[in-house]
């Protein structure tokens, strides 16, 4: 114990400065964010607004409404932290991995690092997605249920409050940017061994049950919003395998490779 505690006090040291530098990020970041909250509010209305050009409704119709007198200034906190951990994101990851880097070995070092970039490239495609295809297609589908006032019919209009949209494209970001990190954790479990393709495609079935019943969870009771994940999620199950699949002849090939220097150092052994 006297031996392992200077090496424990220093991993603890160095883990509580990634800490102290990983909060300090997120909250210059979020302080930025919080500083922009209604342009970012602003941006994220555009799906909205596409949604309403599309049924060649008036520009009246864009109308946002807060019912308490805090609504909107906690809506800003949860855009600022929401912007905040987006923006502070590169500098939390790369704290993380110079945290562990020095526990691995080069090679191990080497193949962590592209995994670590896509994480975040993978993110952004799933908010891009929501933001430019499932927002616009999902505020289409409610806002088509309107119904305009005449003799003897009510009118039915759609008021949006600031919190509840932002909730909604909040979770559909999140969803999303999760979802889409399928490929870098089956190919993780592939390059550790604990999954493989035979496996990955013989749960197939299961995958595309579990991909609809995530879809109907995650999304608004809508088919449009839930089709609009459970394909997307369908189709990274399968380039999933095929990057499991790829790991695996990578694995194969290092193996022949080591097999085949072990034979070469026996022959050379005997023979000397």
Do not use: C
Not at 182 to 200: D, F, K, Y
Not at 224 to 231: D, F, K, R
Request: glycine letters at 4%; charged letters at 15%; zero cysteines.
């Amino acid at each position: 114990m006297e031996a392992t505690a200077a090496p424990l006090m220093s991993h603890l040291i160095e883990l509580r400065q990634r800490l102290i530098w990983s909060v300090a990020a997120f909250f210059v970041a979020f302080v930025i964010s919080y500083t922009f909250a209604t342009e970012i509010f602003n941006l994220l209305v555009v799906p909205f607004q596409w949604a309403v050009n599309w049924l060649d409704l008036s520009s009246d119709d864009v109308r946002f409404i807060y019912t308490a007198p805090q609504e909107f200034f906690f809506t800003k906190i949860k855009i600022g932290a929401f912007g905040g951990l987006v923006l502070a994101f590169p500098v939390i990851a790369s704290q993380l991995y110079l945290f562990v880097a020095p526990g691995l070995y080069r090679n191990e070092r080497q193949a962590f690092l592209p995994y670590l970039v896509a994480t975040p490239i993978l993110f952004l495609l799933g908010a891009a997605l929501v933001y430019f295809l499932i927002i616009p297609m999902a505020m289409w589908f409610f806002l088509s249920m309107e119904q305009t006032g005449g003799e003897g019919l009510a009118s039915i209009q759609h008021l949006p409050k600031v919190s509840e949209y932002l909730s909604l494209i909040m979770t559909l970001i999140f969803a999303f940017g999760i979802v889409f990190q399928l490929p870098v954790a089956i190919t993780l479990l592939a390059r550790a061994g604990l999954v493989t393709t035979e496996s990955l495609a013989s749960k197939r079935k299961y995958a595309i049950v579990i991909a609809f019943v995530a879809a109907a969870i995650l999304t608004p009771p809508d088919p449009l919003t839930q089709i609009g994940l459970a394909v997307p999620t369908l189709l990274l199950y399968e380039f999933s395998i095929l990057s499991a699949r790829y790991v695996e002849r990578k694995r194969r090939e290092r193996e022949a490779d080591a097999a085949a220097s072990d034979e070469d150092s026996g022959e050379e052994t005997r023979s000397s």
